[in-house]
């Protein structure tokens, strides 16, 4: 491990480590996908149908919710380099283990370990990236962190058919294990070391302390009404719209904008490139609403706007690595929030108002994400004038 701070900003980026750092979030974004594109043979497996599995995905998210800003603080304490070189170690192992394939129980308790892990990396990960950055290059970096999820999805898409041809289930967990070790191992080599900060961690009283501080909560709360309309998008349009080109459509396009939002936000305020998607979701989905077919295309393009935009503001708004964690922490627990809840909502906003009644339920998180924004710019922004 390299002992050199990183902690001061450096001259000369690290593009190097900022790659280690993103390959290591798609192994970690992979202990979603590797569940959701196994459903049915692990529901042949444990004789049950996929309804009785699918809570091996959502598993994760839930220790999100709980624990999200809990691991910021967390990663402040221990240091992000200890933190995210412990997690994708102990990641490797549990999915060494899950490919003996456990019984019930123990898969489910397996899963609930890999969520602490995922965790660590996805709390840490955009901490060593600022840390291994300058501030000309910084957005850019947390542009590309911001693409570690749907990236990782459309890999894992490629790489478990043939997996699954090649040996099932266990060959794909055994992968994926084989994977983060070989990352963890050259992370140990070559990973930097970021300073712990030393203080007690309280549940109530970090979230109380990260909420009551606008420039941490900002990223969290702009990125939490992202979410709670992203996942879902993918999910319902392209069955509602009769469109199933759009599963991968959205999803690439969203890919292309979040990159290039990277590269406007090293001129422009990531909390504005923020706002700015938020409207050009409106607009474009007023179009689609009203029968602009081809808008979608733009849609997903503001889609990939936001979350750029929300990364970039981390360290953006917090110069210190302790409070880059803790707002890495509260994204994670906003992201999560915003994930677990759109889907039901929207589903029941489907079944019960159609399509209309979706796209006022988008409207709505739209305006929401804009008036947070609008909210944290008054408190942070306001008073350095």
């Known amino acids: 491990m390299n002992i050199a701070p990183a902690s001061a900003p450096s001259e000369r980026s690290d593009w190097t480590l900022v790659a280690l750092v993103f390959v290591t979030g798609l192994f970690a974004a992979a202990q979603f996908g590797k569940i959701s594109l196994t459903l049915a043979p692990l529901a042949e497996l ?4 996929i309804a009785g599995v699918s809570f091996f ?9 709980f624990l999200g800003v809990i691991s910021g603080a967390v990663v402040v304490r221990a240091g992000p380099t200890r933190v995210f070189i412990w997690s994708a170690g102990i990641a490797a192992i549990i ?10 129980a123990g898969m489910i308790v397996l899963r609930l370990l890999e969520g602490l892990t995922h965790l ?7 901490t060593l990236m600022a840390a291994v950055t300058n501030d000309r290059d910084r957005p850019i970096a947390m542009s590309l ?8 999805f459309a890999a894992v898409a490629l790489v478990v058919p043939p997996l699954m041809q090649a040996g099932g289930v266990g060959v794909v967990f055994a992968a994926h294990g084989l994977g983060f ?3 963890c191992a ?4 070559r990973l930097p070391v970021v ?3 030393p203080g007690k961690i309280a549940f109530w009283g970090t979230h109380l302390a990260i909420y009551s501080s606008p420039p941490v909560m900002a990223p969290a709360l702009a990125f939490g009404a992202y979410t709670f309309i992203y996942l879902a998008i993918i999910t319902f349009f392209p069955v509602t719209l009769e469109r199933p080109e759009l599963f991968q459509i959205i999803p690439l396009i969203s890919l292309v904008a979040t990159f290039t939002t990277g590269w406007v936000a090293r001129r422009v305020a990531p909390y504005t490139l923020a706002a700015v998607g938020y409207v050009w979701i409106i607009l474009a989905g007023l179009a689609v609403w009203s029968g602009s077919g081809w808008m979608i295309y733009l849609l997903a393009f503001g889609l990939g706007i936001v979350p750029a935009a929300c990364f970039a503001a981390i360290p953006s708004l917090n110069p210190s690595a302790s409070d880059r964690s803790r707002a890495a922490g509260a994204l994670s627990q906003m992201g999560n929030i915003g994930t677990t809840l759109g889907t039901p909502v929207f589903a029941f906003t489907m079944l019960s108002a159609g399509m209309s009644g979706l796209w006022v339920v988008i409207m709505g998180a739209c305006a929401v994400g804009l008036g947070l924004i609008y909210w944290m710019t008054a408190k942070i922004v306001a008073p350095q004038n």
């Open 46 to 49: 444990y004789g049950t149908d």
């Open 145 to 152: 962190w911001a693409m570690f999820f749907g990236a990782s």
């Open 195 to 197: 300073p712990a900060t």
């Open 57 to 65: 995905v959502s598993l994760v998210g839930f220790l999100g919710i």
């Open 120 to 126: 660590g990396i996805v709390v840490a990960g955009p």
């Open 95 to 104: 999915s060494i283990l899950q490919a003996l394939l456990p019984p019930f």
């Open 186 to 189: 050259v992370l140990i080599w």
């Open 181 to 183: 070790a070989v990352i």
